[in-house]
């Protein structure tokens, strides 16, 4: 009898700590998917992405029974977004990545690019894409600004970069979360570039934070509050509304292939072999060779003159290095704190470009007002609005936003926009209010 009971309390605790430690796995799992909901980094290419499943799947299977979660955990760490990888079912599915991967191991690995030139080749998206961003964003400043629409405009709270990252957060609904699987299908570089190149690049976070701090040095703190809390709010709306217009796009695409007796049709061209990559690669450094040429001689016609024309054209030779560096930060989201991962939902590599792209935007304009030259103000700005603008990203951060949000704590949201706000408009404060105030420069705001 008392064998019994022992055999039987013995059990229960068992159950108990499987239960305790199948909640702990859930929750790990959970604050690195909406710490992963935006940009993962170079942790996404495909060669990185095989080579770690494959050390990860040999661990799997020397794992006792206890010690499995941990590498379905690690696993799970490998994609961008596990979340949305099905948004019409109510139950998460396993991730696409992983699901692929999967795939992959029960066959013979295909040939495709050694990891140096899957990396320079990934760079030559991100750069392509990138240029196009930042030419975007320009386009969109001057469609909504003064000269145009009138709807955006220095002195108010609609600042110029609202409208582009307004379309960027709405276009990360679409292509970073919906249908991001399915542009992965044909091409995990090309994913890549359009979410983390040229919507990270058409977003500008250091942007948004830089007019506030210009509202607030001339006294408007009032607008300068109101900017953030509009700017928060139209971003969060609009990847929101570009998520559910996408899942409605795709119900009518399924709808349509049924009623055509098609079924659910799927895109069968891959770049997944070795002669596709590197021509495709190739393609990516002829363009842009053409998109750099181009600029610097428009840079070397247009700088002695000046003006927003040369800024442009130097912010589209500059654009690709923030691109590329936020890029490289990203693989930090997911991972936390220290060897013991914590404070895993908060993507430290979208914080620190963020934060650091508005301090050197900042510190940039405190040079441009000090200097006070045509020259250094055509530099200065064009690398504002080119590899600061690209540096920072608003598309990315409202993808996390939005997985935190929907997740099972969402006040981690609030808190995480708190944290990039705060942070960056102090840093801010310090470096560009205080010497304006203090060396009484002349700011036409």
């Known amino acids: 009898m008392e064998r019994m009971n022992s055999a039987g309390s013995c ?27 935006g940009d993962i980094g170079d942790r996404a290419l495909p060669s990185r992405r095989f080579s770690e499943s494959s050390s990860l799947r040999l661990s799997f299977d020397n794992t006792s029974e206890n010690e499995a979660g941990v590498s379905i955990l690690e696993e799970h760490r490998l994609q961008p977004y596990p979340s949305f990888s099905h948004p019409n079912s109510s139950v998460r599915p396993l991730p696409t990545d992983t699901i692929v991967a999967s795939e992959d191991s029960k066959q013979e690995p295909r040939k495709s690019l050694p990891e140096l030139l899957d990396y320079i080749s990934c760079m030559l998206h991100l750069a392509v894409f990138g240029i196009l961003g930042v030419l975007t964003r320009y386009l969109l400043q001057k469609l909504f600004g003064p000269g145009v629409a ?18 960027g957060s709405f276009l990360m609904g679409w292509f970073g979360v919906v249908f991001k699987g399915d542009i992965s299908h044909v091409s995990e570089h090309l994913a890549i570039a359009i979410t983390t190149g040229y919507l990270g690049s058409l977003t500008t976070f250091s942007g948004w934070n830089q007019k506030m701090l210009e509202l607030s040095v001339s006294g408007r703190w009032l607008f300068s509050a109101l900017g953030f809390l509009l700017g928060l709010f139209l971003v969060a709306f609009s990847i929101i509304f570009g998520i559910e217009t996408a899942k409605g796009f795709r119900w009518l695409l399924n709808r349509l292939n049924m009623s ?15 002669r596709h990559q590197l021509i495709v690669m190739v393609m990516f450094l002829v363009i842009l060779g053409i998109l750099w040429g181009v600029s610097g001689a428009l840079v070397k016609d247009e700088f002695k003159h000046g003006g927003s024309a040369a800024q442009l054209w130097f912010a589209c030779m500059v654009g690709p290095i923030g691109v590329w560096i936020r890029w490289f930060l990203a693989r930090l989201n997911g991972c936390g704190i220290g060897t013991a991962g914590l404070l895993k939902w908060i993507p430290f590599g979208t914080l620190i470009a963020n ?7 900042a510190a940039l304009a405190s040079v441009k007002n000090a200097v006070n030259t045509r020259n250094c103000d055509t530099v200065v700005a064009g690398i504002q609005f080119g590899m600061m603008g690209c540096l920072s990203t608003v598309s990315t951060f409202a993808a996390e936003f939005n997985a935190m949000r929907e997740s099972n704590h969402p006040w981690r949201a609030y808190a995480y926009a708190i944290i990039t706000i705060c942070v960056s408009f102090s840093f801010g404060i310090l470096i560009y209010c205080i010497p304006v105030w203090t060396k009484g420069f002349d700011i036409d705001t």
Not at 260 to 274: A, E, P, R
């Open 260 to 274: 055509s007796g098609n079924g659910c049709s799927k895109i069968n061209f891959k770049v997944d072999n070795y």
């Open 355 to 361: 934060v650091s792209a508005a301090c050197v935007m």
């Open 150 to 167: 009138g709807v955006t405009s220095e002195q108010t709270i609609l600042y110029l970069d609202l409208p582009s990252n307004m379309i």
């Open 11 to 37: 059990s229960s605790m068992r159950r108990n700590s499987l239960s305790i430690s199948s909640h702990q796995i859930d929750n790990d799992a959970e604050c690195e998917s909406v710490s992963e909901a």
